[in-house]
């Protein structure tokens, strides 16, 4: 088969990896990839939203396959485009199509949905420019913390958590009246904060049939003891120590069966991975939010840990034959670092060279915002390379990626150093 990844992040070289030791994929691709993936694939320099640059590239190098790993696309259509398209209608696309995206496109979409699927999640009501007083007085009703999420896509930035209601009003205002995250924000998703320690749930369906992946812990904030601004991610722990086999059939039976049944009911056609994001509140998991796509850098951590051949579950979630693979996985403990840019997540220097990459040998490091330059890998985004390693245990496994990190350079780069600190 020939394969196209869209996408340039951790998560797409960590896909190109994986999908590069199939016996079953002859040339891969990615659009527009990154210093990481060109070694193992060849990158296009194509958007990732650039429909029809995607469809010419499709069609001269006889793309088979589409596997999309960020959400823009999705969102967007890009499923749709393929199957509205006389040539294009042959090529499976890993994603769901749009009407489906929208469970990541727009947070009043997926509350309503968890709502009517009776899916446990945490109290909410949605406010835009005309009621920003009536989400003022919604506000007066909760406890701190106040929890607002803008209703858009606004890459991984457009949740506040905020401890004061004054400050909390002030930020509506400037989400809905100022459009704080731009077209993100004008709609405003306020909830209840739900207090408990966070994971995440991987499940791949191809619209009938489900299997599950292995729990993974991102860390969010910037700063140790998860401090200061939110971030992509700062780094993954898998599996999840607390997640335990009770706690993952309550995941099974109250979340995942029904996330699953209701896309059927609400006929929302669905190939691809569904990443739930969960809180565990008690005993009982509560949904926070739903990606239609795989986390960074969650997919750094999962992915190394599946033992299967990833175009295979791809072929059957294509067929929708996914009921006759059998997932299986590696017993081992995996974990990431991430190694981001000076100043990140908020002005950051962007060509810095990176050196000491060939010098690591007990770790992968997935490249993300990292590129070629006259055959020098340099930085070109906020977080630049994750560091999976191996262990018998999450500390062995993190202990391995803080050793690599210190054969790694780049001028003011930056890292967490507490990853796995709460489990």
């Known amino acids: 088969m020939t ?23 002859i040339n891969l691709y990615v659009a527009p990839g990154n210093s990481g993936t060109a070694e193992i694939a060849t990158n296009v320099p194509i958007g990732v939203t650039d429909f029809q640059s995607i469809k010419t590239l499709v069609l001269e190098k006889e793309i088979d396959m589409v596997v999309v790993g960020p959400e823009d696309p999705l969102v967007q259509g890009v499923h749709d485009f393929f199957l509205q398209d006389e040539a294009l209608k042959h090529v499976a696309v890993i994603g769901p199509e749009k009407a489906a995206a929208e469970l990541e ?19 909410y009501q949605s406010f835009d420019a005309s009621s920003v007083e009536a989400g003022y007085a919604f506000l007066e009703t909760l406890k701190a913390p106040y929890v607002l999420k803008a209703d858009g896509l606004a890459a991984g930035k457009g949740v506040l958590i905020l401890n004061d209601l004054e400050e909390a009003k002030a930020e509506l205002k400037s989400m809905l009246v100022d459009a704080k995250f731009g077209a993100a924000s004008t709609k405003v998703v306020i909830e209840e904060f739900l207090d408990g320690i966070e994971l995440s749930c991987f499940v791949l369906t191809d619209g009938k049939n489900y299997k599950i992946l292995p729990t993974a812990k991102d860390y969010k904030r910037i700063g140790e003891g998860d401090t200061g601004l939110n971030t992509g991610g700062m780094g993954a722990v898998s599996p999840v120590p607390f997640a335990t086999e009770e706690f993952l059939n309550k995941i099974e039976e109250r979340i995942v069966k029904p996330t699953i049944s209701g896309l059927q009911k609400d006929n929302l056609p669905y190939k691809g991975f569904v990443f739930i994001g969960l809180i565990k509140v008690g005993d009982d998991p509560k949904v926070i939010e739903y990606n239609v796509r795989m986390g960074d850098p969650e997919t750094e951590v999962v992915l190394p840990r599946l033992k299967n051949d990833l175009v295979e579950i791809f072929q059957a979630i294509a067929n929708q034959t996914l009921d006759t693979i ?14 981001v840019s000076g100043g990140y997540p908020e002005a950051y220097e962007k060509g810095k060279v990176i050196t000491g990459v060939n010098d690591i040998t007990d770790s992968i490091a997935f490249h993300a915002g990292a590129k070629l330059e006259d055959d020098t890998i340099v930085t070109s985004g906020g977080r630049v390379m994750a560091i999976t390693s191996y262990g018998d245990t999450y500390q062995e496994a993190i ?24 489990l």
């Open 3 to 25: 394969i196209l990844i869209l996408g340039s992040g951790g998560r797409e070289h960590t896909f190109a990896w994986k999908i590069s030791q199939s016996p079953k994929c």
């Open 105 to 123: 496109g727009s947070k009043e979409f997926a509350k309503e949905f968890l709502y009517r699927h009776n899916i446990p999640t945490a109290a």
């Open 326 to 339: 059998e997932i299986e996985i590696d017993e081992r403990a995996a974990t990431t670092v991430m190694l």
């Open 399 to 422: 202990k391995k990626s803080y050793q690599s990190i210190d054969k790694l350079h780049f001028d003011k780069m930056n890292y967490r150093k507490d990853i796995g600190f709460d």
